[in-house]
């Protein structure tokens, strides 16, 4: 089992950053992709951005592309979502999640339905 917290959310004006954090912590050697999602209150769940095993791939939603930057460290546990440039349209409850298969891309319309592990999310309000 896998357990998933997130931190360093908060409220910032539009233009500003945030930094946030993932600490994966039990059985975690079966992790492969890891990425973060968010939901805003009457819209569905969508992919932000998701990272493969050794960080050498990437993906990202069209609508964070130039902003978000998704890394993770050397052991693996841990996955940050650096955000610039946020936008009020950026507000939602984001969650961190893991799988154990490698990243696919990010589809338009899919929210993570085969990401096994999921944190309790942290919110983000810009305005």
């Not at 050697?29 to 951005?49: D, H, I, L, S």
């Not at 693996?76 to 939602?92: C, H, I, R, Y």
């Not at 096994?116 to 309000?125: C, F, I």
Request: hydrophobic share 30%; glycine share 14%.
């Amino acid at each position: 089992h896998v357990q998933l917290v997130e931190s360093g959310g908060g409220s910032v004006q539009a233009g500003g950053s945030l930094r946030l954090s993932c600490a994966a912590s039990g059985y975690t050697y079966n992790t492969m992709c890891m990425g973060w999602f968010r939901q805003a209150p009457g819209k569905e769940r969508e992919g932000v951005a998701t990272i493969s095993t050794r960080g050498g791939i990437t993906y990202y939603a069209d609508s964070v592309k130039g902003r978000f930057t998704i890394s993770r460290d050397s052991a693996k546990n841990t996955v940050t979502l650096q955000m610039n440039s946020l936008e009020p349209e950026d507000t939602a409850m984001y969650y961190c999640a893991t799988e154990e298969k490698p990243c696919s891309p990010l589809v338009t319309g899919t929210g993570g339905e085969d990401f096994v592990y999921w944190g309790q999310g942290t919110q983000v309000t810009v305005s």
